[in-house]
C-alpha cells in the first residue's frame, strides 16, 4: 500500500462488475483514505474492453456509475486490443473526464479471435483471454502514459478472492524483475478492508439502489464458478441472441475437437436445452441454416512425450528419440484448413461425394454435441492414449475458421505419416 501511495499516476482497473463499482463509489466518497488526491488530479479508471459484456451490465454502468465520475471529473478511459497480435498496440475507445457512454466494443475482440481459431476459452493454463484482452491493453496503455514511472494499479478483489491477489503479486514481481525497475504497484483496498462478495453487493445496492448486473463475457467457461449456474442461464434466457452466439462458437470448436466443450465436462448447448431456453435454441439453430458453412480438413500429430527419466537426466529439452515414450503425451501438432465453403446443404453434399471417393463412410455422431457432426476420417488414432500417432479428418461446420497450422506442422506430419 505505501508504495501505491507514493506513485504519481494512480489507477483503478473498473472491470465494469460490482466489485470495482464498490470501490469506485468508495474513493469518490473519501480519495485520500486510498491514498488519491483530493481533486482526483493523480487518479484515473481504465477500463478493457474484451467486446463480449451482456447489456445490462453495460447500462447499470452507464445509468449509475458514469454519471458520478461526470460529476467529479474523474478521467475514464476505455482501452481495447487493436489486434490480433501485440504488435498492433491498443486503441483507445474514448478518455475523457465526463464520460458518457461504454464502448463494448474495439477493433479486435475476444469473439473475433475465439470465431476466427474455432476454439472455445480455454480453461487450461489460467485466464489467456483475460490476459490478452483485460491485462493486456491496459497495461501498455499505463507504460505508455506514465514514461518509465512506477504505475500506482487498484483491483477490486473482495476478501473472497485473495487468491487472485496472491497471483497477480506473483506474476508483478516477476514483471519487475524482468523490466528492472517496479512497473505496477498494486493494492487491494477491498481485500484489505475485508469486504467480502455480500459486503460489497449490499454495499452498492445501498449506495445506487440496485443490484448490479454482473460482468462476464457470455462465453467464459469460468461462469459456471463466477456466477452462479442458474444466475448465468437466467440471463441467457433474457438474452438468447447471444447465447446462440456462444452456442454457435461451442458447436465450431466441438466439430474441430468433440473435447472442446463450453465446460470441461459439459456443454452449454445440453445446459441451455434442460434449461429449456427454446428461444436460444431456435435461433442457433437458425444460424446454423442461414449462416454460410465449411468442409475443414483437420490434421492432428500427436508427439510422444519425455520420459521423466530423461528430464530428470537430460535438462529441459532433449531431442534423442530413445527418450521418447508413446505412453507420455508430447505435443500436438494443429492444422486447420478450408477446403469448401457453401450452404449447409451444399457442404454436406461435398462430403458425402469426397465420402464415396475415399471410399470411407461419412459418421454422423451425436456423441459428443447434441445437434451432431458430420466427419470422413481419413486416419484415425487407435488409441487416444497412445502418442506418436496421427489424426487426419474432414468435417463440416459453420465457416470462418481461418487457415492455420502450428509451427513445426509441415516436418512432424511429414515425418510420422513417412512410409504409411
Ligand atoms: S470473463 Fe471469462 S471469458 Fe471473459 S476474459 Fe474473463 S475469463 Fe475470459
Ligand atoms: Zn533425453
Not at 473472497?160 to 497477480?168: F, L, Q, T
Not at 537430460?314 to 527418450?323: D, L
Not at 488409441?383 to 502450428?406: L, S
Request: with cysteine; hydrophobic share 35%; net charge positive.
Amino acid at each position: 500500500m505505501q508504495s501505491f501511495r507514493a506513485t504519481k499516476h494512480k489507477s483503478l482497473n473498473f472491470g465494469l462488475g460490482v466489485d470495482s463499482t464498490a470501490l469506485v463509489l468508495a474513493i469518490i466518497d473519501d480519495p485520500t483514505a486510498f491514498g488519491i488526491a483530493e481533486d482526483f488530479s493523480d487518479f484515473s479508471i481504465v477500463t478493457a474492453m474484451t467486446g463480449f459484456e451482456f447489456p445490462d451490465t453495460i447500462a447499470d454502468v452507464e445509468s449509475h456509475v458514469l454519471p458520478l465520475l461526470r460529476s467529479k471529473g474523474i478521467r475514464y478511459t476505455q482501452v481495447a486490443r487493436a489486434g490480433r497480435q501485440d504488435s498492433a498496440g491498443v486503441e483507445v475507445l474514448s478518455d475523457t473526464t465526463s464520460p458518457g457512454k461504454v464502448f463494448g466494443k474495439g477493433p479486435w475482440t475476444l469473439m473475433d479471435e475465439l470465431e476466427e481459431n474455432g476454439t472455445v476459452p480455454q480453461y487450461a493454463g489460467g485466464h489467456v483471454c483475460s490476459q490478452k484482452h483485460k491485462a493486456f491493453p491496459i497495461d501498455r496503455l499505463q507504460l505508455k502514459r506514465s514514461g518509465g514511472q512506477t504505475v500506482g494499479k487498484l483491483f477490486g478483489y473482495n476478501a473472497d478472492e485473495h487468491k487472485r491477489a496472491v497471483k497477480a503479486n506473483k506474476f508483478q514481481a516477476e514483471r519487475n524483475q524482468t523490466a528492472g525497475y517496479e512497473t505496477f504497484a498494486l493494492d487491494y483496498p477491498l481485500l484489505r478492508l475485508g469486504w467480502s462478495r455480500q459486503d460489497v453487493q449490499g454495499y452498492v445496492k445501498n449506495r445506487l439502489g440496485i443490484d448490479m448486473a454482473k460482468s462476464y463475457c457470455p462465453v467464459c467457461p469460468f461462469s459456471g464458478v463466477c456466477s452462479p449456474q442458474p444466475d448465468h442461464l437466467k440471463r441467457l434466457r433474457k438474452y438468447p441472441g447471444l447465447a446462440a452466439r456462444v452456442l454457435r462458437l461451442e458447436y465450431l470448436s466441438m466439430a474441430l475437437n468433440d473435447n472442446m466443450s463450453l465446460y470441461k465436462d459439459d456443454t452449454l448447448f445440453r445446459r441451455v436445452t434442460d434449461d429449456q431456453n427454446t428461444e436460444a435454441i431456435g435461433r442457433f439453430n437458425a444460424r446454423l441454416d442461414e449462416e454460410p458453412w465449411a468442409v475443414y480438413r483437420l490434421q492432428r500429430a500427436y508427439t510422444a512425450g519425455r520420459r521423466p527419466e530423461c528430464k530428470t537426466a537430460h535438462g529441459n529439452r532433449c531431442a534423442k528419440p530413445e527418450c521418447r515414450d508413446s505412453s507420455f503425451k508430447g505435443t500436438v501438432y494443429r492444422s486447420v484448413k478450408t477446403v469448401r465453403t457453401g450452404s449447409r446443404a451444399e457442404v454436406g453434399t461435398f462430403l458425402h461425394n469426397a465420402a464415396t471417393a475415399l471410399n470411407r463412410p461419412v459418421e454422423h455422431s451425436t456423441r459428443a454435441h447434441g445437434v451432431g457432426i458430420d466427419r470422413v476420417r481419413t486416419r484415425v488414432r487407435p488409441d487416444p492414449k497412445v502418442y506418436g500417432t496421427v489424426e487426419d479428418f474432414y468435417v463440416t461446420a459453420p465457416a470462418g475458421v481461418q487457415d492455420k497450422a502450428r509451427d513445426g506442422f509441415a516436418k512432424v506430419w511429414a515425418a510420422m505419416t513417412a512410409g504409411q
